[in-house]
């Protein structure tokens, strides 16, 4: 059984920070891309941030996150972590890890980030 189990969210005010951790479960995690996504209220989960598998790992993000955020894996351990800073209210959303490509039986409960002074 895939389980992506998300932590870290929280509420910080613009211009803060957070890291964002998930821990895959049930998958061979050194295969598999993984991804950040995000679902703010009334709109479309979207990828925010993705890695590749093997050792070069590489990294995409969204444009609107280029920059302030930081996806990284540690395929020892399993996990994999996204390092937001510079935060804006339009970060605000439910976070969520999957693979990348995403699978849609692999939905998590996800973190809430909650950006407001």
């Known amino acids: 059984q895939v389980r992506m189990v998300e932590s870290g969210g929280g509420l910080v005010q613009p211009g803060g920070s957070l890291r964002l951790s998930c821990a895959a479960s049930?998958?061979?995690?050194?295969?598999?891309?993984m991804g950040w996504y995000r679902q703010a209220p009334g709109k479309q989960r979207e990828l925010v941030a993705g890695?590749?598998?093997?050792?070069?790992?590489?990294?995409n993000y969204a444009d609107s996150v280029k920059g302030r955020f930081t996806i990284s894996r540690d395929n020892a351990k399993n996990m994999v972590y996204l390092q937001m800073n510079n935060l804006k209210p339009e970060d605000t959303a439910v976070y969520y890890c999957?693979?990348?490509?995403?699978?849609?039986?692999?939905w998590g409960q996800g973190t809430q980030v909650t950006v407001s002074s």
């Open positions: 049930g998958i061979i995690f050194s295969l598999n891309g």
């Open positions: 999957n693979i990348f490509p995403s699978s849609p039986s692999y």
């Open positions: 890695i590749s598998r093997g050792r070069t790992a590489g990294t």
